[in-house]
């Protein structure tokens, strides 16, 4: 069965790269659309043991890329039927979170199902037979200009920046002669006949951004124990509301990893807030903290629970919190309940 994933191209894009490592993990094996009907199939034997091919296929065999122009472009295809599942950047260690991404996440009818982050740093390349020397026009992705500009300025000096819609497509612009130089994945030299004239260039070391498959509303992954779940909410216009409604997360242990505001259209002074917190909705403190933000909420909704790429620190935190102290906690009561206190 085919599945088709809208991502931010062409092809050569750092998220493009990120698609295809969703894909080798099986990320983007089965539409979610579909997996009530397999679950149905399997329940009552039709279907069962069968094999695609006659033979085990790699999980990235099946996937269509559906290049786009933007995120909220790769979502509203997503949203539209057009493809299956969306891949998009959501945030970088540089310049935090992708304002497109989290604008589309908004949406209805969509939800995130997996989530990885990659080291990102930039080939610089050129049309054959050109020489530093000659650059005067560099383009690339505002975002990654940012990530650039010290190296720009050492090398090149005084230069006009042609912004791009992502790393990919200023490859190509440099190929077609809109400008001198680009920064984008290595990738993109081979696709489009360019020649590098320098690797691994990023201004900060060991940069890098974050990917997340957005797919239907459906069933979130099962929870491992090291996990990400996220809201969007609005509030209503009343004293101490937003620290009311994050005291619910405090007051539960629940550990918020970011919470970020983004203005809502209708006016200055409003907001919907996005928070990512450690731990799975099926967990019974997290469960019960999202249970007493609703309350609090002028509208919630909910952006799912999914497997975490947390960092080493993150990762040692809520493992501990999740395997010890849940149950350090369940056994005191227990043993209140019981009358076993010692």
């Known amino acids: ?5 809208a991502y931010l191209g062409p092809a050569g894009t750092f998220t493009e790269a990120a698609l295809w490592e969703f894909a080798h993990r099986g990320h983007l094996t089965t539409p979610v659309a579909d997996t009530k009907t397999m679950l149905d199939d399997a329940t009552s034997g039709g279907g069962a043991g069968a094999e695609v091919g006659g033979a085990a296929a790699s999980p990235a065999d099946n996937v269509i890329p559906f290049p786009c122009t933007s995120p909220r472009e790769a979502i509203s295809a997503l949203r539209a039927g057009d493809a299956d599942y969306a891949v998009v950047a959501i945030e970088n260690s540089v310049d935090g979170f992708v304002t497109p991404t989290f604008d589309a996440l908004d949406a209805d009818g969509i939800q995130i199902y997996a989530e990885l982050d990659l080291p990102i740093a930039f080939a610089m390349m050129m049309r054959p037979g050109m020489s530093l020397s000659e650059v005067t026009t560099v383009t690339t992705h505002p975002v990654a200009y940012q990530q650039v500009k010290t190296w720009l300025a050492d090398t090149i000096g005084e230069h006009t920046f042609v912004p791009a819609s992502s790393n990919a497509a200023a490859a190509q612009i440099v190929a077609d002669g809109g400008a001198d130089l680009a920064a984008a994945p290595a990738r993109s030299a081979e696709l489009f006949h360019l020649t590098v004239v320098a690797e691994n260039i990023a201004d900060v070391a060991g940069a890098r951004t974050r990917f997340v498959v957005v797919g239907p509303t459906g069933m979130s992954p099962a929870p491992t124990g090291v996990d990400r779940t996220a809201v969007v909410f609005t509030l209503r216009n009343e004293p101490g509301s ?3 409604a994050l005291t619910e997360f405090a007051v539960r242990g629940v550990d918020l990893s970011r919470i970020e505001s983004r203005p809502i259209e209708n ?10 917190l450690n731990g799975h909705v099926t967990q ?8 007493a933000l609703y309350v609090r909420c002028e509208s919630i909704k909910f952006l799912g629970s999914w ?3 947390p960092t080493a620190s993150e990762r ?6 999740n395997n010890h102290l849940l149950a350090e906690a369940e056994s ?3 043993a209140a309940q019981t009358g076993r206190m010692t």
């Open 332 to 334: 005191w009561v227990s």
């Open 284 to 291: 019974p403190m997290v469960a019960e903290a999202l249970r």
């Open 267 to 276: 006016g200055l002074g409003t907001y919907r807030f996005h928070v990512d």
């Open 316 to 321: 040692e935190r809520q493992l501990h919190h």
């Open 307 to 309: 497997p975490a790429a």
């Open 1 to 5: 069965m085919s599945v088709t994933v």
């Open 242 to 244: 937003l620290v009311a």
